[in-house]
């Protein structure tokens, strides 16, 4: 069964700050990898798709990376504001499923 | 139209009520999704519909019933609900049904469920 792992649990940064989440999993047939943008109570918001073919992808001040070889992809937030606390989950697609990551909760500081 | 909809935003049911959450799409999306999400916890699949045909049932308890009426409309019929069921149920639609594999979902705002 896969599994995907995302560390750390929770962070919290300054303002300002340059920050990596991370998403790793077991399984290599995968079709792409999600990541998404959660605030409390409330729906997911999808922020970007890496296709299994590609290495990474760019929205704004997100990059997100996949290496299919050691089962990993990194979500790279520059220069981090105050709105961008939420909790960021990674989902691994192997088909029209999803498996989620526990989420990394993140707390940017004023 | 870009978005996924789910009504009602909050639901407050009794263990003996029956009732109905919607979800609604109108961005051509041929396969739509059921997922449960408890507090701190990341989403679970219930169920994916393609084509407006059941594709995937995660074993889910018969208390939940789904139905897809048209391409564009997802429900999830409650009955005799168990206070563990209180979740966050979220609707998500992809392009293409279960046979175009690897598309991107976008979900819907969520209904956030009790039951007492």
């Known amino acids: 069964k896969q599994e995907v792992t995302q560390i750390p649990a929770a962070l919290s940064v300054p303002e300002g700050e340059n920050l990596v989440l991370n998403c790793s999993f077991t399984d290599s047939a995968i079709y792409n990898l999600q990541w998404f943008r959660q605030d409390p109570g409330k729906g997911l918001t999808s922020l970007l798709l890496i296709q299994s073919s590609q290495r990474e992808q760019t929205s704004g001040r997100l990059n997100a990376s996949l290496d299919k070889s050691s089962g990993r992809s990194t979500l790279y937030i520059a220069a981090s504001q105050p709105g961008d606390s939420a909790t960021y989950l990674c989902a691994f697609n192997a088909g029209n499923m999803l498996t989620f990551g526990g989420g990394t909760r993140l707390m940017v500081k004023p | 139209d870009t978005e996924v909809t789910q009504t009602p935003k909050h639901l407050v049911m009794g263990m003996t009520n029956k009732k109905s959450l919607k979800c609604e799409q109108h961005?051509?999306?041929?396969?739509m999704y059921w997922y449960k999400q408890k507090a701190k916890k990341p989403p679970e699949l219930m169920f994916v519909?393609?084509?407006?045909?059941?594709?995937i049932n995660e074993s889910v308890p018969s208390r939940f019933s789904p139905e897809c009426p048209n391409s564009s409309l997802l429900n999830l019929h409650l009955h005799a609900l168990q206070p563990e069921d209180s979740a966050l149920y979220l609707c998500a639609s992809s392009r293409g049904g279960v046979a175009n594999l690897g598309n991107e979902q976008f979900f819907g705002p969520g209904t956030r469920l009790t039951v007492l």
């Open positions: 961005m051509g999306h041929r396969a």
């Open positions: 519909y393609s084509y407006e045909k059941l594709s």
